[in-house]
């Protein structure tokens, strides 16, 4: 049996075939991601550099000594690898879990092609029903944004004491029914005040890679 850290190495090590040479990669937050991060290390001379979700990953990626570049000053990124909270068999997820939502959903969005890295236990039928789902909201808008997401039926807590890479709050919502995704992410985008929310069903990932005891499990829509 694998333990869950030796399942996110296994996945992180495999993700390194989709790195391209001589191209910029956009990297994700969390545990996995720095996995990643640390296996990318081992052929950092090959690519030209990365793109950050998070502070935290830009000060990682520089630790190994992997440029870090503003995705303003590159183009279209050739990979974004990171991992997820919840990912179903169609390849949406839930992330946020670190707080990054926004920034992640933004370098996703910036490349062609998104390698979701996890270890098996983030696979879910439904998303939603393990996990909450974050909400980046302004701060003036927290309560207002909290009274809207009562309306969609969930239960917002709001992370109190933390604040995002963007200077704003999250509301972590339970007990959404989140049996059809692509219309509750417009949904709570619609809510004024809200800046993004952690569900990745308009840009899914394109490839899954999964950590499991019998190796990794490729998943591809
Ligand atoms: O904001 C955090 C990110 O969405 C992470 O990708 C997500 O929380 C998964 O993190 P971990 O790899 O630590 O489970």
């Keep these: 049996m694998l333990t869950a850290e030796e399942k996110k190495q296994q996945v992180a090590k495999a993700a390194l075939e989709y790195v ?40 990682r990626l520089k630790s190994h000594g992997i440029p870090v570049l503003n995705l303003n000053g590159v ?11 919840e990912a179903t068999h169609l390849l949406q997820l839930i992330k946020g879990g670190g707080g990054a939502l926004t920034r992640e959903k933004i370098v996703a969005a910036a490349s062609a092609k ?19 789902l974050p909400v980046e909201v302004i701060p003036m808008a927290r309560s207002y944004v909290a009274r809207q997401l009562v ?13 995002t890479d963007n200077g704003n709050m999250i509301l972590d919502v339970y007990n959404l029914n989140i049996s059809e995704p ?12 809200v800046v993004e929310n952690g569900l990745f069903a308009h840009r899914p ?6 950590g499991t005891d019998n190796g990794v499990k490729k998943l591809v829509v």
Aim: aromatic content about 6%; charged content about 20%.
């Design 20 to 59: 391209e040479p001589n191209t910029v990669i956009g990297v994700g937050t969390g545990s996995t991601a720095n996995c990643f991060i640390d296996e990318l290390a081992k052929m950092k001379s090959q690519i030209e550099g990365a793109v950050a979700s998070s502070q935290a990953t830009a000060d």
């Design 75 to 85: 183009g279209e990124l050739s990979i974004y690898v990171d991992g997820a909270d």
């Design 114 to 132: 998104f390698i979701c890295i996890a270890d098996e236990s983030k696979l879910v039928n439904q998303l939603g029903q393990k996990f909450y």
């Design 151 to 163: 309306k969609l039926g969930g239960n917002p807590m709001w992370r109190e004491g933390f604040t």
């Design 182 to 193: 692509l219309k509750l992410e417009t949904a709570i985008n619609s809510i004024v005040g």
């Design 205 to 210: 990932a394109d490839v899954l890679l999964l």
